[in-house]
């Protein structure tokens, strides 16, 4: 079937600091913490209630991947390239033909191009936040920070998560957690904000796994317990804390208690969760199956993420790096900035295009041969692009201003683009998207009603998202 690209108007779109630090599951879940922390640090959790009651739209996805491209990947050397442009605007690769017509790519993504009839494009991504930690929380949020800042920290007054939010409003049923994130904390410089479930308290916050699932040795302390300790007495260390609770009588005088104890109970029924388990189990994989993947942290990680989705998990967001990239031509981001006076740019050329294009084909791949890519969103983005103009140190700088968002499955159209940059890729030229726009799309796609509240910091009542679902993706 041939698939054209059609663009729309945007009227298609329907209607519509330095804080305390966060605790990983890892220390959440060990047994001492499961017995202190309640009387130690309930201040530091806040739950947030629900006031909208308006219908919630159709999900036609069940979960979401968020595939998070710290460091801004360029457009116009994956996505949009303008072999039309002049040099030193047009991409440094020549565009080759996809399975979907009309669609180009860099020829440096041959298996990634065999794909390309199984996504959607969005080429009119646009904001205007060009620092790192800034533009990366309004990416990992859907809402625009209050300054452009390298300096932007961590703070209750800025939004959770996605992933947070999902669990707030929709979590999963039974023992497995809704919302898991890995393998890293991203920073620059500081912590960058909006990695997990800020004022909707800690309840919300992903299983955070910092191991590498690509390690020989990768195994999952957060679900086991110590040598010596049985699931009956840690139980039996529960129903002690609820006694210690109920005497000191602070369920009743601190309502972010409550958040603990959903806390102690989900990261229970996790610890007896043979499903989850088994989730994790990578070594259950084929050997096949793990190579094609790539035996790299990133590749190991949209495995995991395809076995996690699999097994009932909503929201699951996987960091390609834990930093923005540096000199290195074998690790980190997608920022380019530190190769001086190169020919092109040498960690893209040995790093950034090898390793997406062996994992990203092969996990939607993956996805769609198990019958889950029409359930599950993939969605595959950066906090911005790049420069159209080459500067005169042979690097892209940072570009909001327009650039490209990969999404697959879900409920969203295959062999498709929507919006347009101009000429040079500079900016949006037809159907600007903005952050707040996408972050609406998921949660609409999830059955979520983007205009739904919830309660923030001073129990004001707070809108999810100030986007609009792009209703021209969907299929």
Known sequence: MNRKIITRS????????????????????????LGMLGLTLPKLLAAGGVDSHRAKP?????????????????????????????????????????????????ERLPRTARVMDKVTLIRSVHHTMKNHNSAAYYALTGHAPPVDDIRLKDSLELFPAYGSVVDRLSPARGELPTFIAYPHVIRDGSVTPGQHASFLGK?????????????????????????????????SRRELQRLVDAQSRILEFSPQ??????????????LSSATLREAFNLGSEPDKVREAYGRSTYGQGCLLARRLVEAGVKFVTVYFSNSIGGQSTDAGGWDTHGFN???????????????????LPTFLEDLDQRG??????????????????????????????????????GGVKRGFVYGASDKHGAHPAENPIRPDDLAATMYHLLGIDPQAEVRGVGDRPIAISSGRPVMGVVA
């Open 257 to 270: 208690a409550r958040g603990l104890d959903s806390y102690y109970d989900k990261a229970l029924a996790m």
């Open 10 to 33: 945007y009227s298609d779109a329907c209607g519509g600091l330095a804080a305390s630090r966060w605790l990983s599951r890892r220390r959440l879940l060990s047994v001492g913490g």
């Open 203 to 235: 309840a919300h916050d992903p299983l955070l796994i910092t191991q590498d699932p690509n390690a020989p040795d990768f195994s999952l302390p957060e679900l086991s317990l110590p040598e010596g300790v049985s699931f009956e007495r840690l139980q």
């Open 372 to 409: 889950l890519l029409e359930t599950t969103l993939v969605v595959w983005m950066g906090e911005f692009g790049r420069t159209p103009k080459v500067n005169e140190n042979v690097s892209r700088d940072h570009w909001p201003q327009c650039y490209t968002v990969l999404l697959a499955g």
């Open 58 to 106: 159709k999900a036609k996805a069940k979960s979401i991947v968020f595939l998070y491209q710290f460091g801004g990947p360029s457009h116009l050397e994956t996505f949009d390239m303008k072999p039309d442009a002049p040099e030193g605007i047009r991409g440094l690769h020549r565009p080759i033909s996809s399975s979907a017509d009309g669609i180009q790519v860099s």
């Open 341 to 359: 006076n190169t020919r092109m740019f040498p960690i893209i050329e040995k790093y950034h295009l090898p390793i997406t294009d062996v994992t």
